[in-house]
């Protein structure tokens, strides 16, 4: 009976020890969802429009003017999907780096079986005052409008369309790589050109710290324009630069790109991280 009884001990302990193990894990597994917020996600279908504009290639400095894109960005990241908004998505430059899936509706141009393209904000398309909303001035608020680099247009609708009614909703930006970071200005006044960025495809806050430096010591940079965020104080090249952003739309999270900026960093160039939005 002795035996039987410390064998029936040892059983009901196991079975106490894997109760409170799943109580654990169910503790982590909460602690880790609330540490990691959902992943961004795609939005419902609205209506708009959309027509194109610059050069037939799509590519250029053209298509990033007013968020802070050049050229070579245009080029290296998002080829010739891209498209300028209007003021309602473009939302102050809130709107560079965004992306949204579009599909042409209700028109005789749409290409057969209505195909999809996905697009990323790069630019503005300014409201034409001189031009009615319904006649010329489709950029016009409360227009939601996409004057779209050309061979993204095309494979919505024929080009004699000129102008076709859509069907769009934000979605994720899938990027490769981690966060670019360009940098303009000097060692007293730093211009951080925010690039590649997934997920919502923004950032709302920025701050910038040397490696090394305890977390009271990041300097908060302001939003410049588009996709650029000014930083005041001296930081110097000696360390490498500690970025921590949080994404604009919802829900926001928060990253810390600590692997780009090198010590012995310089204005001028671009540094990419290993992290990114999800």
């Not at 917020?37 to 708009?48: C, K, L, M, N, T």
């Not at 057969?112 to 001035?137: I, M, R």
Request: proline share 6%; net charge neutral.
């Amino acid at each position: 009976m002795a035996r039987t009884s410390w064998s029936s001990a040892m059983v009901v302990a196991a079975a106490l020890v894997m109760a409170a193990a799943a109580a654990q894990a169910q503790v982590a597994s909460a602690y880790h969802y609330q540490q990691q917020p959902p992943a961004f996600r795609a939005s419902d279908w609205q209506d708009g429009s959309a027509t194109f504009y610059g050069d037939d290639s799509g590519l250029g400095a053209d298509f990033g003017g007013a968020c802070g894109f050049g050229a070579s960005d245009i080029l290296s990241l998002y080829s010739t999907y891209t498209a300028a908004l209007s003021t309602p998505l473009f939302s102050q430059g809130n709107g560079c780096g965004q992306c949204y899936e579009l599909r042409c509706v209700n028109s005789r141009w749409c290409n057969p079986g209505s195909p999809s393209v996905t697009v990323t904000g790069t630019n503005l398309c300014p409201p034409n005052w001189y031009l009615p909303s319904d006649n010329g001035g489709w950029c016009n608020p409360p227009r939601q409008h996409f004057d779209m680099a050309p061979p993204s247009f095309y494979r919505l609708a024929q080009r004699v369309a000129g102008i076709i009614p859509v069907q769009f909703r934000r979605v994720p930006c899938r990027r490769p790589g981690g966060v670019r970071l360009c940098l303009q200005g000097n060692y007293y006044w730093l211009l951080v050109y925010v690039m590649n960025v997934a997920g919502g495809g923004d950032v709302s806050d920025l701050a910038v710290k040397r490696a090394g430096d305890p977390d009271c010591n990041y300097a908060h940079a302001s939003h410049n324009w588009g996709i650029t965020y000014q930083v005041f104080g001296a930081q110097g090249n000696a360390r490498g630069l500690v970025v921590k952003m949080t994404s604009y739309s919802s829900p926001q999270q928060t990253i810390v790109v600590d692997d780009a900026i090198p010590a012995g960093w310089s204005t001028g160039l671009c540094y990419q991280g290993s992290n990114n939005f999800y």
